[in-house]
């Protein structure tokens, strides 16, 4: 089936650390997303990307960064430099803009 | 700036009963609405959007309406359903047209 893929689901970082969260997509969609969730509250933009070798800042995008190598893959890292990364990561992709985006199933990051 | 806010933030009702929940969207630019639900642990998934250029929208069991002149949209669930006790969250299109400004979220739960 079709959809996108998100690894791992639950993932440790530690002090002073970079950690990498992968998102994979079959759904042959141009764009993709990465959204920060945080407990109780709506999603957040941290980076998008419309095509491969592009992407552009989100809202909240200090303390992360992003790679768009491939069509089907778009991973995000969460540097040191990100002093509260404690969050519920969301990868999303759409056809293109002012289309719906779906989601991945997220993973959970925390500090050791 | 822009936001997007709920005006419920929780919502109870009973199975066989029909859901409405409200959304307010400040940007009067924004073209594309989009509605999600989102379980416990999983990413959002698609319901239903709309264009500006459209009043309403039906799905199955869903309605989506758009108010332009007061800058509000609602969802409205027909026989609610165990199965319908989520967060929904409401977005529309930043100015990229890519990303979704979301709203906090509105929890629904339904009681038999």
């Known amino acids: 089936d079709g959809g996108i893929t998100q690894s791992p689901k639950y993932l440790f970082r530690k002090e002073g650390q970079n950690v990498t969260l992968s998102c994979e997509q079959n759904l042959n969609h141009d764009a993709m997303y990465w959204y920060r969730q945080d407990p109780g509250q709506g999603l957040r933009l941290i980076y998008y990307?419309?095509?491969?070798?592009?992407?552009q800042k989100g809202d909240i995008a200090e303390g992360y960064s992003v790679s768009r190598e491939k069509k089907e893959s778009f991973p995000l890292t969460v540097t040191s430099a990100q002093k509260n990364p404690t969050a519920f990561y969301l990868c999303?992709?759409?056809?293109?803009?002012?289309?719906?985006?779906?989601f991945g199933d997220g993973t959970r990051l925390s500090i050791l | 700036g822009e936001s997007v806010g709920l005006h419920l933030p929780t919502l109870s009702v009973q199975e066989g009963d029909n859901s409405i929940i409200n959304c307010a969207y400040s940007?009067?630019?924004?073209?594309?609405f989009i509605w999600y639900k989102q379980e416990s642990g999983k990413g959002p998934q698609f319901i239903i959007d709309i264009r500006s250029n459209m009043d309403k929208r039906q799905g199955q069991r869903v309605t989506v309406l758009l108010n332009k002149t007061v800058k509000h949209l609602s969802l409205q669930i027909a026989a609610t359903q165990p199965g319908d006790s989520a967060v929904y969250f409401c977005a529309e299109n930043s100015n990229s047209g890519y990303a979704l400004n979301f709203g906090k979220g509105t929890s629904l739960l339904v009681t038999p």
């Open positions: 999303a992709s759409s056809i293109g803009r002012v289309q719906p985006q779906h």
């Open positions: 990307s419309q095509i491969v070798n592009d992407f």
């Open positions: 940007n009067s630019a924004s073209d594309y």
